[in-house]
């Protein structure tokens, strides 16, 4: 079975390449695409259940002598993290299909979205198999590289705006993490995980808690954790929908799993466990305040997702087998869940003609589907009771508790304000996105286009010092302005009402967009079902990683070929 | 292990110069302190593969005293190709803002700007609110000159208005 592990790299690698030679047959291109990735599904799966069931899968490629070779190495965690991501980049690139990228780009080099879209998925598993510090280097080049062609694709003035920063800061990352494997090198002569765990023991302490604080910084500003987060909501929300959806589901958490990773695997006996749970209070707290002001349903989804780390970095904190286990079950979960509400906004802004609350409303009634879609989610990000983001939650609050610390109970406290916080910014969405009428969002709107026209008490809607106020509540003058006047391309400036009244909303919603998406909504509620099975395989998980053994026997005894 | 102290320092001082380019605005010197911090980065590589010596190249006789250490020449060439790639796209990100902005400045997010002055402005309104007598009704009605124009947050207020 050794042979399939290389394969979720290599396949989508090959295919990028054959679709990069397909350029002119976008048909084929298409179809080479998702089989390939089907077949990454199939082959993580297989994977999954043989390292549940005869340990770590590991290849030395190329079949080097000693320290010289890279290994992979797919152990429960790998090969769970393997699976997950390639069901959800499958979903994401059939909604893409769908949307038919082509049509809504203007003058996009578009052949290009399904190979950058292929290297993205290879850089991403490369990363979740890599063996060796500098092989995790160079699948987060892969991904990023892929992430930046995808993110400023077309090159539009809000993406390229947006694209300078986040490449800059993944730049000054990747930088810090070329000096962090130079400073290993320099201090330990290799770079494969399995020798780092005998030779970061034997150095001095201050040494190696230098190298830890040096590679926890890198894969902090990937996994957006607080004072390292703020480049994501910036960055997330202007590149399309399927774009947004799988870079929210899955970059942050190769940052996540590449901190579990090191910090089982190579500093059991550093955890650091107090500073880890301030990381993760502030990023929970910050997020999702961050996520209340926010005006616009991707920005607010962005800032949810950042406070949402905290909650993964809270189970890394307490470096106990109970909280690796929550951190791996609600890695699962919010992969699923953040990527499902993405592609869930897309249709929306599809439907609707934008993601700004100002402009939209009344979409329960016109289009229920959608309501539900979204609905479903939301409710299980916010972790209300029967869905896998309670359990989740629960789980991972009862591992802080069995820590006991002061500083482990206020994370309790923080995670449930903050899961309450999570209800209220996407209760709020609820009622003003889909509750009330289009009609009184285009009141609300209009209240404020003639200055002195609005006497103030004539009309449903009354402006007093900068706010107008609504039967709805009161809604900021200059957000009011602001939203107006957005040009950009993905949001004509038009409100759903004026759209609804001339005629030109979307009335159809494409099945290749609905279906994916739908169909994502639909695992995301399956991994509530079969919680059982999957927080125990969890559990086995993080076994794993505290023994050590599992993963140290198969990669040095597999060395000699 | 035994350090060459001139490329340490020279790895130090590229570093140094690089990070101060990169707190520049504009994206070019941005780029410029990007590729010293990767240039200084290689540099570190080579200090970190300890002493210089022969070509790793392994004679038939399978002599290996003296060769220096063939992983982090490995690993900087990687990482040199990878910076080519980059300053390649940074590039055309740079070329591309000049195209429509007319400079190729890093700017800052607009929706945080939206927020940022609705937050001004809140703390502006109620400000003005603690300075006038309670009066109902529009606020943007009058001229902005009129009246309270001496306290500086309504000015302030004015300003982002218009």
């Known amino acids: 079975m050794n042979a399939l592990v290389p394969l979720p790299v290599l396949l989508p690698v090959l295919g990028a390449g054959a679709s990069l030679a397909l350029l002119h047959h976008p048909r084929i291109q298409r179809w080479l695409s998702l089989g390939v990735l089907s077949a990454v599904v199939v082959i993580a799966a297989v994977l999954l259940v043989e390292a549940d069931r005869s340990g770590p899968q590991t290849v030395w490629i190329g079949a080097w002598p000693e320290t010289l070779g890279i290994v992979l190495v797919a152990d429960r965690l790998a090969a769970l993290m393997l699976l997950v991501s390639a069901v959800v980049t499958l979903a994401v690139l059939a909604y893409s299909v769908g949307q038919g990228m082509t049509e809504d780009e203007e003058g996009a080099p578009i052949s290009i979205y399904h190979p950058t879209f292929l290297v993205l998925v290879a850089g991403v598993a490369n990363a979740f198999l890599a063996g060796d510090l500098f092989n995790l280097f160079v699948s987060f080049e892969m ?33 810090l993490f070329l000096i962090s494997i130079a400073v290993t090198y320099a201090a330990t002569g290799t770079l494969t995980l399995a020798h780092l765990t005998q030779r970061l023991a034997e150095l001095p302490d201050h040494v190696s808690l230098m190298i830890q604080l040096m590679l926890l910084t890198t894969f902090a500003i990937k996994a957006a954790v607080f004072p390292l987060s703020l480049w994501l909501p910036d960055s997330y929300p202007t590149a399309p929908a399927p774009v947004t959806a799988v870079f929210a589901g899955l970059l942050t958490k190769v940052g996540v799993y590449a901190i579990l990773r090191v910090q089982t695997l190579l500093f059991p006996y550093s955890p650091l466990t107090d500073l880890l749970l301030c990381a993760a209070l502030l990023t929970m707290i910050v997020g999702i305040l961050g996520a209340i002001a926010q005006s616009d349903i991707k920005r607010m989804l962005s800032f949810t997702l950042v406070s949402h780390i905290g909650y993964l970095i809270l189970g890394v ?100 304000v903050t899961s309450l916080l999570t209800l209220y910014a996407v209760a709020k969405t609820w009622a003003v996105a889909f509750w009330r009428t289009p009609l009184e969002a285009h009141e609300a709107l209009e209240a404020i286009g003639a200055d002195a026209a609005v006497p103030g008490h004539d009309t449903h809607a009354r402006q007093h010092r ?19 006047r957005l040009e950009d391309d993905d949001a004509p400036d038009r409100d759903f009402h004026k759209l609804i009244e001339a005629g030109e909303d979307n009335r159809h919603s494409p099945l290749g967009m609905l279906v994916p998406a739908a169909a994502l909504v639909a695992v995301s509620v399956a991994l509530t079902v079969v919680a059982g099975p999957l927080y125990a395989l969890g559990t086995r998980a993080a076994d794993d990683l505290h023994d050590r053994t599992a993963y140290l026997t198969s990669v040095l005894t597999e060395e000699q070929p | 292990m035994t350090v060459n102290l001139t490329l340490a320092l020279t790895a130090a001082a590229l570093l140094g110069c690089g990070t101060y380019l990169v707190l520049e605005r ?7 302190g990007l590729v010293m911090i990767g240039n200084g980065t290689s540099i570190a590589f080579l200090v970190a593969g300890g002493p210089s010596g022969r070509a790793p190249i392994v004679a038939k006789d399978g002599d290996t005293t ?49 927020i940022r002055r609705l937050a001004t402005s809140d703390v502006t309104s109620e400000a003005y609110e603690a300075t006038t007598s309670d009066f109902p009704g529009d606020d943007s009605s009058g001229d902005p000159g009129q009246g309270p124009d001496d306290d500086p947050l309504v000015a302030d207020e004015a300003e982002i208005r218009s």
């Open chain 1, 466 to 484: 900068g706010h107008v106020h609504t039967a709805q509540g009161t809604v900021s003058r200059t957000d009011i302005e602001e939203a107006r």
């Open chain 1, 317 to 416: 904190a307490l470096a106990s087998r109970a909280g690796t286990a929550g951190t791996t079950f609600y890695v699962v979960h919010h992969i699923t869940i953040q990527t499902a509400l993405f592609l869930v906004l897309g249709l929306v802004e599809r439907r609707a003609g934008s993601t700004a609350l100002m402009r939209i409303g009344g979409l329960a009634r016109i289009a229920p589907l959608l309501a539900v879609l979204f609905f479903v989610p939301a409710m299980n990000l916010a972790g209300i009771p029967p869905f896998s983001g309670f359990i989740g939650k629960v789980g991972l609050f009862q591992a802080a508790q069995a820590d006991g610390g002061w500083l482990a109970w206020t994370l309790v406290g923080a995670g449930a």
């Open chain 1, 143 to 175: 991904l990023l590289f892929a992430s930046y062609v995808l993110l400023t694709l077309g090159g539009t003035a809000a993406r390229i705006r947006a694209g300078t920063i986040y490449v800059l800061v993944n730049l000054l990352s990747s930088t």
């Open chain 2, 26 to 32: 504009s994206l070019t010197r941005v780029l410029v």
């Open chain 2, 66 to 114: 003296g060769l220096s250490d063939p992983l982090p020449q490995a690993m900087v060439l990687t990482a040199i190709v990878i910076m080519l790639a980059t300053v390649a796209f940074v590039l055309a990100m740079a070329y591309r803002s000049w195209q429509l902005n007319g400079h190729d400045d890093v700017q800052d997010d607009v929706e945080d700007d939206i």
